[in-house]
């Protein structure tokens, strides 16, 4: 079946960037998802890509895509304590529609 | 983006009793569908609420444990039923906006079994 994969924690001092990485094995996914999670609240959709991309920007936000390798990356930059939170990367097709999530990635910003 | 309104957003419930969960919906949207967030985990998604029909259920989930309805294109529910401690999660809405592929969630609910 489909799996995604993030590793668990990623710690990070104020101002620097921040890389969270994600694997998936779904080769037609079409649309790949981050989502932020702060405690005690649902998720919030902070950027997603087509798979006919290789890059997206937003603001702080850069996601990268190797569809060859199946790895995602979501790249914050000048990360602040407002960061803290459980990023989730999440990858789904036009024929279910429904997301396959991965296990969420805890990032810590350091003061 | 869709705008989602989710209650309760947290209760207190007694082993063997039911809660069920409201998903209001501010636009008409595609597709809705109804995800558990057990404590420390990542999503699973519970099951597709179909407006007209029954729910399209995921391995693992059934219908007499969580019945779901759609009456329409911006409501669904989702009962809990004989709840036991192990059913304790957050239970989180999502929908499927008309205009492109982005899943939006509701803030969830969070429940507690005793």
């Known amino acids: 079946g489909e799996d995604v994969e993030q590793s668990l924690f990623l710690s990070v001092r104020e101002g620097d960037s921040s890389v969270i990485n994600c694997t998936y094995t779904?080769?037609?996914?079409?649309?790949l998802y981050w989502y932020k999670q702060e405690p005690g609240a649902g998720l919030q959709l902070l950027t997603y890509?087509?798979?006919?991309?290789d890059m997206k920007q937003d603001q702080r936000l850069t996601v990268l895509l190797n569809k060859k390798d199946k790895h995602l990356s979501l790249r914050i930059a000048d990360t602040q304590t407002g960061d803290s939170a459980i990023y989730f990367c999440?990858?789904?097709?036009?024929?279910?529609?429904?997301?396959?999530f991965g296990s969420g990635t805890r990032l810590q910003v350091q003061p | 983006s869709a705008v989602i309104s989710q209650k309760p957003s947290r209760d207190i419930c007694q082993r063997g009793t039911s809660l069920t969960i409201q998903c209001q919906v501010d636009?008409?949207?595609?597709?809705m569908f109804w995800y558990r967030q057990q404590p420390g985990q990542s999503l699973t998604l519970i099951a597709t609420?179909?407006?007209?029909?029954?729910?399209?259920?995921e391995s693992g989930f059934v219908i007499d444990k969580f019945p779901i309805s759609r009456p329409n294109l911006t409501f669904s529910t989702l009962t809990v039923s004989n709840m036991s401690p192990e059913d304790s999660s957050i239970y989180l809405c999502?929908?499927?906006?008309?205009?492109?592929?982005?899943?939006?969630f509701g803030s969830g609910t969070q429940l507690s079994v005793l």
């Open positions: 999440a990858d789904g097709d036009t024929g279910r529609r429904a997301l396959t």
């Open positions: 779904d080769s037609s996914s079409t649309y």
């Open positions: 609420a179909n407006q007209g029909s029954e729910a399209t259920y």
């Open positions: 890509i087509f798979s006919n991309m």
């Open positions: 636009s008409q949207v595609t597709m």
């Open positions: 999502s929908v499927l906006g008309l205009r492109d592929e982005k899943l939006f």
